[in-house]
Antibody, heavy 120, light 107 residues
């Protein structure tokens, strides 16, 4: 069974750093992209970027380029989303999702979400 | 970036009604469109891919159609469990984009 399990909720202060994780199981982690999606409170879904664990190739949405870093460690089947200096506007639910290749380049499995709260 | 526009943003319908949601792309995306359902407090769930292919396990009352720039998601007979927000997403380019969402409420 394909599963993506995300790390737990975080409460941080503005200016702090943060790295959240997404661990895949039940499939060959290196053969699929992992994407990150932001959902701000009461709002829609925003695609942030994707990483290919096989070679760490990474693509970002222009809206998030330079604001976050997406990475993966294939040895432990885990992808990451990190911030070097959080802002209050980063408060949101963050989802990871498996993204296929070729004509299956959509999100077929999703993690449960990680709620990030940034408040002074 | 390819912009995706959904309409309506909210709709209210009765159990058993036929419901249609529209998604328009700012440029042609062929059939590279997926639909997702999201219930409150839950992760999105894939319903349809390649515009009209039903994901395994999804009830057959859900269907998708369209190509190019205009797409529809249809629920043939609305059920109470279908109360949710629905999102379209294009995957014509690696810069994936979502529509703004359509909230479906049961009268």
């Amino acid at each position: 069974e394909v599963q993506l399990v995300q790390s737990g909720a975080e409460v941080k202060k503005p200016g702090e750093s943060l790295k959240i994780s997404c661990k895949g199981s039940g499939y060959n982690f290196t053969n699929y992209w992992i994407g990150w999606v932001r959902q701000m409170p009461g709002k829609g879904l925003e695609w942030m970027g994707i990483v290919y664990p096989g070679d760490s190739d990474t693509r970002y949405s222009p809206s998030f380029q330079g604001q976050v870093t997406i990475s993966a460690d294939k040895s432990i089947s885990t992808a990451y989303l990190q911030w070097s200096s959080l802002k209050a506007s980063d408060t949101a639910m963050y989802y990871c999702a498996r993204h296929g290749v070729g004509d299956r380049s959509f999100f077929d499995y999703w993690g449960q979400g990680t709620l990030v709260t940034v408040s002074s | 970036d390819i912009q995706m526009t959904q309409s309506p943003s909210t709709l209210s319908a009765s159990v058993g009604d036929r419901v249609t949601i529209t998604c328009r792309a700012s440029q042609s995306i062929s059939s590279w469109l997926a639909w997702y359902q999201q219930k409150p407090g839950k992760a999105p769930k894939l319903l349809i891919y390649k515009a009209s292919s039903l994901e395994s396990g999804v009830p057959s009352r859900f269907s998708g159609s369209g190509s190019g720039t205009e797409f529809t998601l249809t629920i043939s007979s609305l059920q109470p469990d279908d109360s949710a927000t629905y999102y379209c997403q294009q995957y014509n380019s690696y810069l994936l984009t979502f529509g703004g969402g359509t909230k479906v409420e049961i009268k």
